[in-house]
């Protein structure tokens, strides 16, 4: 049936209606009753088509346009490209709708030259995002990990430090999404730059909220924040409910960055989370980290560049995953419909020691030949054990690891020996020679 068919029937079945209540029913009454109805009807079904857009627009993209007010679906507050006009909504909204699909999505990662921030850039330029990094400036850059993809990233100037380059940043990349993942991420460090780790790891993420709060409200934000925040929990494992007890200057500014997050979403609705990751390690792992620390050792030691191995305390036990499983699970937390925290882990733990063994056991060797103990790498105060309880994002995110413990040890020892295996062309004239002999 056509439109013009459907009014018909509609204004017929309400003057009916209207007639049967016994009202006086002029010409002139009837028309301005229907006109009444009309309005409303109409006004019902572009508040209904409104919403279905923004919703959809909203939920299917996590975006609702580029200069958007729209925070709320229900209508606390309108959005700019939706709200209707004396010409009428629905091409406006439509077209609005049409372009926000087309749209690629774009993040902003902080961090991306970090270990994690090499993984996340992998991830969304596979999921066709248009990808931003924040670097902040160095005499010497440093873009081993993302070299591979340099070609295929927007790289932008700022600082954890500094909120106008934030504020910069933002407007010109005009995320979708903003992944902070840059910290002074070292806990060891964080006495000794007790004040430096506040600034970047606390401070840095109301920084970085106050601008997103100033640029575009609707951008969905990941703060990344650790275990290391559980520090000496009595409780294990720990879980989303678990409280915080942090045991270093780095635990308690990310315990400043998780509250910080979970402050402005409540203040001022911003889709904004807090990803409570366990310890997740990988080739890339920076080589002041324990396991990243182990994995080179060995290598070393194997190949007869070195003789032992000095650790601090090997009775710590952690709950170690692969990087870039960890990556996809604050990608996923950023794609849901409401904004929630989760904590992220294999649930498994397991000790330094059991590390280093494992490590050692890869390349034939006996750990017990090689480790040595070094009070210096001890900690002023030490996290002894941490576990997570991952079931929240398992059954909301459908998020487990692919990349057991043992597996993570034999990539990790196998990538340093090849990193610092000898070149080819050595061993093509070491053969030579052994041929010639
Ligand atoms: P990472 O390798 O140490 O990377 C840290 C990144 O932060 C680097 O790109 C670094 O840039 C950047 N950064 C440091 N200070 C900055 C500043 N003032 N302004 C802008 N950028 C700055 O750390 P990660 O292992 O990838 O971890 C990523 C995030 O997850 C961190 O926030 C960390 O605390 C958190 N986290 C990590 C784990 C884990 O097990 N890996 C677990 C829980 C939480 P430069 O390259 O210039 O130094
Ligand atoms: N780094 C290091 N070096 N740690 C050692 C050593 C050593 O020689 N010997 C023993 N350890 C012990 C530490 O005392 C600690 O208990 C454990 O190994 C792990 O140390 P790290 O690898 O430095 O990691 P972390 O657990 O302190 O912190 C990492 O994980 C956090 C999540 O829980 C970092 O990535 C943090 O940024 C992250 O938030």
């Known amino acids: ?86 010409k009428g909504l629905p091409e406006r909204a439509e077209g609005f709708y049409a372009s926000v699909m087309a749209r690629k999505k774009r993040a902003l990662i902080t961090g991306v030259t970090g270990q994690d921030g090499s993984y996340l850039v992998e991830l969304l330029l596979a999921k066709d995002y248009e990808v931003y990094g924040l670097v902040r400036r160095s005499s010497v850059q440093s873009f081993e990990r993302i070299g591979h993809v340099l070609a295929r990233v927007h790289l932008l100037s700022g600082d954890l430090l500094d909120e106008r380059s934030l504020v910069t940043a933002l407007e010109e990349a005009q995320p979708t999404e903003v992944y902070n993942l840059a910290a002074q991420s070292f806990v060891k460090a964080s006495w000794d730059q007790a004040v430096l780790t506040g ?19 609707s951008i969905r934000f990941y703060q990344a924040s650790s275990s290391e925040m559980f520090g000496n929990t ?31 979403r409540e203040s001022y609705n911003l889709f904004a989370v807090s990803g409570i990751l366990f310890n997740h390690e990988g080739p890339r792992r920076g080589l002041e ?12 030691i194997k190949l007869g560049l070195a003789r032992e191995l000095r650790l601090g305390n090997l009775e710590a036990k952690r709950d170690w995953g692969f990087a870039g499983d960890y990556c996809t699970a604050m ?70 690891p692919s990349v057991s413990f043992r597996e993570l040890v034999s990539l990790m020892v196998r990538a340093d020996l090849r990193r610092l295996q000898p070149p080819e062309v050595v061993l093509v004239g070491e053969r030579r020679s052994a041929a010639r002999r």
């Open 1 to 86: 049936m056509c439109r013009r068919a459907m009014r018909a029937r509609r204004d017929c079945r309400l003057t009916k209606s209207f007639a049967a209540s016994g009202v006086c029913f002029s010409a002139r009454a009837r028309r301005s009753f229907l006109s009444v109805v009309r309005k409303r009807a109409r006004q019902r079904s572009l508040l209904a088509r409104r919403r279905r857009l923004t919703r959809s627009a909203f939920f299917a993209e996590g975006v609702c346009g580029i200069k958007r007010s729209l925070r709320e679906i229900h209508g606390t507050v309108e959005c700019l490209h939706c709200k209707p006009t004396a």
């Open 234 to 264: 009595p409780h294990s494992p720990q879980n989303e409910d678990t409280p915080f007890y942090p045991r270093s200057p780095y635990g308690v500014a990310k315990v400043y960055g998780h509250w910080i997050t979970v402050n402005y």
């Open 289 to 300: 980290f324990v396991t990243r620390k182990i994995s080179d050792g060995v290598a070393r």
């Open 331 to 400: 990608w996923l937390m950023l794609q849901q419909p409401e904004p929630r925290d989760y904590v992220v882990g294999t649930g498994r733990t397991h000790s330094v020691r059991e590390f280093a063994a494992a490590a050692f056991r890869e390349v034939g060797l006996d750990w017990r030949k090689y480790v040595k103990v070094d009070r210096s790498f001890l900690r002023p105060a030490e996290v002894h054990r941490l576990v997570a309880d991952p079931r929240r994002v398992r059954s909301e995110l459908g998020w487990k």
């Open 199 to 217: 600034e970047v790891t606390a401070l840095g993420v109301t920084r970085l909220l106050n601008a997103i709060k100033t640029v575009d409200p």
